[in-house]
């Protein structure tokens, strides 16, 4: 800590601002556990009756938990999946081969990176239906996918375009064919960021609102977040402390993920150079 | 082993970057590629390890056309300039790559990377990082990952560049060292005649894709074959005059002074245009052919002190010299040339 700049000052007014952040996150997990009268600020008793929805069956109308929480595994898994293994090779094609109409695909993977998508939702939602596809989750999926690629497959471009060149030329030179120079010397090279593309596109996915709630919309496609929509949508009496247990459940993987590799997330922002 | 490329072409796109080009390595030899940034070395020599194809012409190794060859196949070491050393793996594992790839047992490649570790003089760093070791440790770890597989040819691109002047010299005489006790063929890329100087046993130099001399280092000092090599070689450099022929004497453009041509050279007619390289051992207080001038600059050089001294039509010529007698900047000196040492070249840059 330098000695010729005061602290306390900034700590202070960063305490200040990020309090009402602090407030809301603070009471979302107090009413997860009490009960407290509309209008008062202070909980009036312990209970768990919120948490009842991880081990009672479903009220009527209501898919289980459990199978939500699968499906939302099974999107934001396969889609981090699918978007990492693609991303892997065509960033590696776009760095390096030589390829026709190379200058055009880095141009159209940066033009989709930054085009807004959710104007293309309404043909999406007719791709599906002509295919079959709508309302199950493999068609969120392979849509979350391709909306996901274009940023994917720009940012290993730009970890691949790191190692250099004669990495790749000594292993040629030291008998290596170019597949397994890619696997054995290239790869290991950009680990940091496939590591941190595979998590950034996971929790994506896994904050997905949008898309399930238009090309998915209930049964047993259903993902935690258009569950937890399904359970404030008219309802004479929303239970919201209800609402802020599944909030709290469904955030806690997020959570977990941010403290164990936030370290790995950075990388995405270094383009690959190692701090 | 032999190498040998016979009318070499290489282009990139539209430009011919190498055109016909033949030269050819005896066997344990070391050659020098030397030129200017951009003149075509690296291609060549990544022509004759295979990572660039060639656009016309043979290579051969041995008697053995090695022209369609892939790289993998051709058994070729190479070192690069920045090393290029595989940051993910340990020492041991970068120089036993080669031999893993090639599928050895483990006590062959044990063995192996123990021996080559030794002779470059690096057993203790075998678990290290390459980012924990200094730049003449890596070169150390890239030159043993080139030999380990025992290749028939070495190439070096560059290999000092990256160095610190002490490390440089060190690891020159390193080179030259387990070059000459492994007796591999070696071509060693370098824009630096000192290098190619002291470490070659040829020198092939080359200009603008082409070859201009391949001889050895004392001939192409003292025999360069055009005015391009004359000024690529030395250190300090060569300094040219300007004049013309006047019977057996060179008349200095702009000036009343003149020089005596030696009979060595095969004079053109009265009243053209000749230039004289003059080397600075070359222009010493006893030598003969005495010239005027004014000293214009002087670098101490510890042993040596090197002068310049301008002459009245501006030219400058450079005096390298023992330092026992001092001069001072804007003294006036009368030193000599001796004609029989000079270099003699036309308009065009030739030798005559
Ligand atoms: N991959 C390439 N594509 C296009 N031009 C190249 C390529 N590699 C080298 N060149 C050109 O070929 C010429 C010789 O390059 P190089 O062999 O690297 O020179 P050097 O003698 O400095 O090693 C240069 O003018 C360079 O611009
Ligand atoms: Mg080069």
Same mark, same amino acid.
């Given at each position: 800590?330098?000695?010729? =700049? ?11 601002? &990020? ?33 009842? =929805?991880? =081990? ?16 939302? =595994? ?15 090779? &065509? ?19 940066l033009t989709l990176h930054a085009f807004p998508t959710v104007t293309l939702i309404i043909a999406i939602f007719l791709m599906l239906q002509m295919t079959g596809l709508y309302n199950t989750l493999i068609g969120v999926i392979l849509v979350k996918t391709a909306l996901e690629l274009p940023f994917g497959i720009w940012i290993m471009k730009g970890f691949y375009d790191t190692v250099p060149w004669e990495i790749e030329m000594a292993g040629i030179a030291d008998g ?27 929790? &994506?996915?896994w904050s997905e609102f949008i898309l399930p709630q238009v090309l998915a919309p209930d049964g047993a496609s259903q993902v935690l977040s258009t569950y937890m929509q399904n359970l404030i949508k008219d309802d004479r009496a929303p239970d919201f402390n209800l609402f802020k247990s599944v909030g709290l459940f469904y955030a806690l993987p997020v959570m977990t993920i941010y403290l164990i590799f936030n370290q790995k997330l950075m990388n995405i922002y270094g383009g690959?150079?190692?701090? | ?103 050895? /047992? ?128 030395? +250190? ?19 000036? @009343? ?11 053109? +007619? ?21 010239? @005027? ?19 009245? /039509?501006?030219?400058?010529?450079? @005096? ?33």
């Amino acid at each position: 800590m330098t000695s010729n =700049f005061k602290t306390w000052p900034v700590t202070l007014l960063l305490a200040v601002l &990020s309090l009402p952040i602090v407030i809301m996150f603070a009471y979302l997990i107090v009413d997860t556990v009490t009960d407290t009268t509309a209008g008062s600020l202070i909980p009036d008793r312990f209970t768990l009756e919120h948490w009842r =929805f991880l =081990f009672e069956p479903p009220q009527t109308g209501r898919a289980d938990i459990w199978a939500v929480t699968l499906n939302t =595994f099974l999107f934001a898994g396969s889609t981090s999946l699918i978007v990492v293994s693609v991303s892997v090779t &065509s960033g590696y094609a776009l760095s390096r081969l030589n390829m026709p109409f190379r200058k055009f695909f880095l141009g159209g993977v940066l033009t989709l990176h930054a085009f807004p998508t959710v104007t293309l939702i309404i043909a999406i939602f007719l791709m599906l239906q002509m295919t079959g596809l709508y309302n199950t989750l493999i068609g969120v999926i392979l849509v979350k996918t391709a909306l996901e690629l274009p940023f994917g497959i720009w940012i290993m471009k730009g970890f691949y375009d790191t190692v250099p060149w004669e990495i790749e030329m000594a292993g040629i030179a030291d008998g290596a064919d170019r597949f397994t120079v890619w696997r054995k010397l290239v790869l290991p090279q950009v680990h940091p960021g496939l590591a941190a593309l595979g998590l950034f596109s996971f929790l &994506s996915a896994w904050s997905e609102f949008i898309l399930p709630q238009v090309l998915a919309p209930d049964g047993a496609s259903q993902v935690l977040s258009t569950y937890m929509q399904n359970l404030i949508k008219d309802d004479r009496a929303p239970d919201f402390n209800l609402f802020k247990s599944v909030g709290l459940f469904y955030a806690l993987p997020v959570m977990t993920i941010y403290l164990i590799f936030n370290q790995k997330l950075m990388n995405i922002y270094g383009g690959g150079t190692k701090g | 082993m032999r190498i040998a490329l016979e009318n070499f072409t290489k282009t990139f796109g539209d430009t011919a970057v190498i055109e016909n080009m033949n030269l050819e390595i005896a066997s344990g030899e070391m050659l020098a590629l030397l030129g200017p940034s951009g003149c075509g070395k690296s291609t060549t020599l990544f022509a004759v390890c295979g990572i660039h194809r060639m656009d016309g012409g043979r290579l051969l190794f041995g008697d053995k056309d090695v022209t369609s060859v892939p790289s993998q196949n051709r058994n070729v070491g190479v070192v690069f300039q920045n090393y290029a050393l595989y940051p993910h793996m340990n020492i041991y594992e970068n120089i036993a790559f080669p031999l893993k790839i090639r599928k050895d /047992n483990k006590k062959t490649i044990d063995e192996k990377v123990q021996e080559i570790a030794e002779l470059v003089h690096i057993p203790e760093l075998l678990d290290r990082k390459p980012i924990q070791l200094s730049g003449g440790q890596q070169q150390r770890v890239a030159l043993a990952r080139a030999l380990v597989r025992e290749p028939d040819v070495l190439l070096l691109d560059e290999p000092l560049a990256n160095l610190d002047a002490k490390l440089r010299l060190e690891m020159r005489s390193e080179i030259r060292r387990i070059q000459q006790k492994t007796g591999i063929t070696a071509i060693l890329v370098t824009h630096d005649q000192v290098e190619a100087m002291s470490m070659c046993d040829r020198i092939a130099i080359m200009d603008k894709g082409q070859i201009v001399q391949l001889s050895t280092p004392k001939d192409m000092y003292e025999n360069p074959a055009s005015e391009f090599v004359a000024g690529f070689m030395g +250190n300090p450099p060569i300094s040219f005059l300007d004049g013309t022929v006047d019977e057996n004497d060179l008349r200095l453009a702009n000036s @009343s002074q003149s020089l005596p041509l030696s009979s060595n050279i095969s004079l053109p +007619n009265d009243g053209e245009t000749l230039r004289l390289g003059i080397r600075p051992e070359h222009f010493q207080p006893n030598y003969p052919a005495k010239l @005027s001038g004014k000293i214009s600059f002087i670098e101490t050089q510890g042993r040596e002190v090197l002068y310049d001294v301008t002459l009245e /039509n501006g030219d400058v010529l450079r @005096s390298i010299q023992s330092s026992g007698m001092p001069h001072a900047i804007g003294e006036l000196v009368t030193w000599g040339i001796d004609p029989d040492k000079t270099l003699a070249f036309a308009a065009n840059g030739s030798r005559l």
